[in-house]
């Protein structure tokens, strides 16, 4: 746990209300700083941060504890957190904008750039039905690992290295369900998105998506895997806490062939950018009609398929899926979010393009709890909620 006699000192940054807002909103907001801080603390994380984004300006802002373990120097918003599966949306709109140039249909086949899928085994029938549509709503039958197995040895990698890798390993690979006809979550199937993109830019993924994305948002302190040496400064270490105790991650992890599907490490001032561009700062509607437009953006955002668990596997807060997007028509309006769980960091996006408002949480510890532990005791899903209640106004 982190001492009490610290965390006045070192653990809490606050912003606050840099515009003016109902007397409303800044008691929840108030309201809701409080319980982060106090969830955080009473479970041991050791890093946190929240944002709140609000008709385009920082509404809230706050950050919880240090970079590492027994160290003092704390999370700020140039702390360069892992954001894991947040990576999948990008990937999504690199392929939105491929399509847009004319180099693909979403209803395309996905052996038409990736042949050398025809070796899955597909008792459903051909795997030239299998388009890149369904790749992107996580419904084309895929598993959702990378590897088919995983025994947590020391010398087996973070993620496979190669392409090729898998390559071997499609004679050994099976469609598990009818292409198309539910939902169900693949890391495996995003992967085959970003090979894609390599194949028709002829650049490498974490290039391609530099140049298209990362450089127009300005987002110039994002990147892929290794961190360069001027940013590890600002690269925290992640941790996992199960059973009261908490152990460190690998630092620095290499995702591999993995890097479309979760290799994005950025620092909160970097995904603020991100998070204006999906939201539509009107100012700015040039500039991000470059990057994409807002009517393929839209489109994304359409529900495809009905899903029950998001993208970190958790009940209760979609409930469909677009295009790489998740959809919760729950809350009367359009919400919408992705997640990322990776390595002992663990995040949340949730955005209302209708209110202008965008929420991120973002953890270097992973709380594992018990299999079947109910969301009430789940220190992760009790803000997710508070966060939820941010956008009722």
């Known amino acids: 746990m982190i001492r009490k006699a610290a965390i006045a000192v070192l653990l809490i940054v606050l912003s606050v209300d840099v515009f003016a807002q109902d007397p409303r909103s800044t008691a929840e907001l108030a309201s809701f700083g409080d319980l982060f801080q106090k969830e955080c603390r009473d479970s041991g994380v050791v890093g946190a941060s929240f944002l709140l984004i609000d008709r385009g300006r920082i509404a809230a802002e706050r950050h919880f504890g240090t970079m590492e373990k027994g160290k003092t120097e704390p999370v700020s918003d140039d702390t360069i ?3 894991a599966s947040n990576t999948k949306p990008f990937t999504g709109i690199a392929i939105m904008q491929l399509r847009d140039r004319g180099l693909l249909k979403l209803d395309d086949p996905v ?23 369904m790749l992107m709503t996580h419904s084309a039958g895929f598993r959702n690992p990378t590897w088919p197995w995983d025994k947590g040895e020391t010398w087996e990698p ?15 690979t099976e469609i598990l369900f009818k292409p198309g006809s539910k939902f169900s979550y693949s890391n495996l199937g995003i992967i085959f998105l970003g090979r894609i993109i390599e194949n028709l830019s002829g650049e490498d993924y974490e290039v391609y998506i530099d140049k298209n994305i990362l450089r127009p948002l300005e987002m110039y302190h994002t990147y892929f895997d290794a961190t360069p040496p001027y940013l590890l400064k600002h690269r925290p270490h992640s941790y996992y806490i199960e059973n009261g105790k908490l152990t ?3 630092f620095d992890a290499n995702t591999g062939i993995t890097v479309s599907n979760s290799g994005l490490n950025a620092p909160l001032a970097d995904m603020v950018k991100y998070l204006k561009f999906l939201l539509g700062d009107p100012a700015q509607r040039d500039a991000y009609n470059g990057v994409l437009a807002r009517t393929s953006l839209e489109e994304m955002w359409r529900p495809e398929l009905p899903t029950t668990v998001d993208a970190n596997g958790n009940a209760g807060f979609t409930t469909d899926i677009g295009l790489i997007f998740f959809v919760d028509k729950t809350l009367g309006r359009r919400h919408l979010g992705h ?9 949340y996006i949730d955005f209302d393009p209708d209110q202008r408002k965008a929420a991120v949480i973002v953890f270097n510890t992973n709380i ?14 009790r803000l997710r ?3 939820r209640k941010l956008f009722a106004n």
């Open 385 to 387: 909620k508070g966060v």
């Open 158 to 172: 973070f993620e496979p290295t190669e392409y090729s890798q898998l390559v071997a390993m499609f004679p050994y």
């Open 339 to 347: 997640g990322g769980d990776q390595n002992g960091f663990i995040s």
């Open 368 to 381: 594992i709890y018990p299999e079947g532990t109910p969301s009430e005791n789940d220190v992760v899903s």
């Open 111 to 133: 052996t038409k750039y990736l042949p050398e899928l025809r070796a899955v085994h597909n008792r459903f029938g051909s795997m030239d039905a299998i388009t890149i549509r």
């Open 248 to 250: 460190q991650a690998r």
């Open 81 to 83: 957190y892992h954001w």
